[in-house]
Every structure is written in C-alpha cells, then in structure tokens.
C-alpha cells in the first residue's frame, strides 16, 4: 500500500471548513484514497473514500487532485465535536485487505 | 445503523492469565479484524479473517493470539498468557468485502498488571 504523509496537527475556528490535506505521491492505479477519524481513544470513523473522483457525503467532501498524487478531505461546517486524529489511508482492491494507520493529523476545532 | 459491538469495554486481567476478548461484526460482512493500540501510539493491524481462517496477520500476532469465530455471530481474540505489554485498547473491525470501508467497534481496554 502506498505511503500517505500529513501534517502532524492543524487548528480550525468553529463554523468554518476544516480542509485536512494528504500527499500519496506514490499512490497506483487500484488503490483507493480512504479517510478515516478517531475521536479520542474510540474505534476508528469512516468518513468516506474516492478513487479519482471527488466524492462527498454526510459528513465530508473528498478531493483528489488529477494526478491522484494528493488529497484534501473537507469537514465544511467543524464543530467542536469534529475534533478529532484524521487518517488519510490509501488501499488497494486487490490482495492484503487490513488498514494501516499512520500518525494521521490531529485537528483541532476551537470555540 | 449496524456496528460493531466489543465486550467487555474494560479488562483487567493479571500477567500470566488467558484473556478472550469478543466481538459481533456487522450481520452480514464477511472480513474481520483485530487492531491495537497502544496508548499514544499508532493503530496497529493484527490479524484479518476470511472464510474460518487467518488471511493475513502482522509480527505483533505471536503463538500467544488466537482468534476464532466460534459460531455465526461472535469473534474472539485470545491471548493466552498476556504480559505487561499487551496493554492496550484492542478494536474489532469487519468489512463487507476485503476491500469495502472497514467498522470499528470502541475497543476494549485491556489492563495487565
């Protein structure tokens, strides 16, 4: 699987976008760009994933740049409640199926 | 929403002693999981299971763990003489297919002392 780097924490005002980036410079062709959130020491949150399309749902907008080298996931509206450790988690269809985590970034939302 | 569901939430158990941890994945997946972490550390992969059997396992998952999916709905991990470094939270997952968004269940806090 490839290898994601993040930064270490980010700082974002309540009420406004929390935009979370991710490099995966070596990122292949099958394998998908996945975030995931761990709030506190709880089981890890799916948010959402994407191939090479921009994806969104409930919680989150994914972006992913054309060359698929990097990544932004989007939390339009943080709340208090979105602080939290966010991974970034690039994985294949095919072959070994387990997430790796990494150090992921820890955002911070502030009053 | 389905989820994944662990018990117990907390386990203090002695060093030497045998632990099962458990777990109900979602209904209808067929890939689960077991991952630590230990406090202030990374998630860390131990073991994946597919079809009755271990697909994949990291180094951390020694002679000492077990797993076994001991009827239709449950999923245990068994570490049958734990150490002092076994302390962690231990989370459950389980994907529909290998390759589908993984669940988490909210862990179990495992204490050895």
């Known amino acids: 699987d490839a290898k994601t780097t993040q930064p270490p924490s980010m700082d974002c005002a309540e009420g406004r976008a929390a935009n979370l980036p991710c490099n995966h410079s070596?990122?292949?062709?099958?394998?998908?760009v996945y975030w995931y959130r761990q709030i506190h020491s709880q089981g890890p949150q799916y948010i959402i994933h994407g191939l090479k399309n921009n994806e969104t749902n409930e919680m989150a907008s994914l972006i992913i740049t054309e060359d698929r080298k990097s990544s932004t996931l989007i939390l339009p509206h943080a709340t208090l409640r979105d602080t939290a450790v966010y991974y970034c988690?690039?994985?294949?269809?095919?072959?070994?199926?387990?997430?790796?985590f990494g150090a992921g970034t820890r955002l911070f939302v502030k009053a | 929403e389905p989820e994944v569901t662990q018990t117990p939430s907390h386990q203090v158990t002695q060093m030497g002693q045998e632990v099962i941890l458990r777990c109900v994945p979602i209904s209808n997946h067929l890939y689960f999981y077991w991952y630590r972490q230990i406090l202030g550390q990374k998630v860390e992969f131990l073991v994946s299971?597919?079809?009755?059997?271990?697909?994949?396992k990291s180094e951390i998952f020694d002679d000492q763990f077990s797993v076994e999916r001991p009827d239709g709905s449950n999923f245990t991990l068994k570490i049958r003489s734990t150490k002092l470094e076994d302390s962690a939270m231990y989370f459950c997952?389980?994907?529909?297919?290998?390759?589908?968004?993984?669940?988490f269940g909210q862990g179990t806090r495992l204490t050895v002392v």
């Open positions: 070596t990122i292949s062709g099958n394998e998908y």
């Open positions: 299971f597919y079809n009755n059997e271990i697909s994949e």
């Open positions: 997952a389980s994907t529909y297919r290998g390759y589908t968004e993984a669940f």
């Open positions: 988690i690039v994985r294949g269809n095919t072959g070994g199926f387990k997430t790796i």
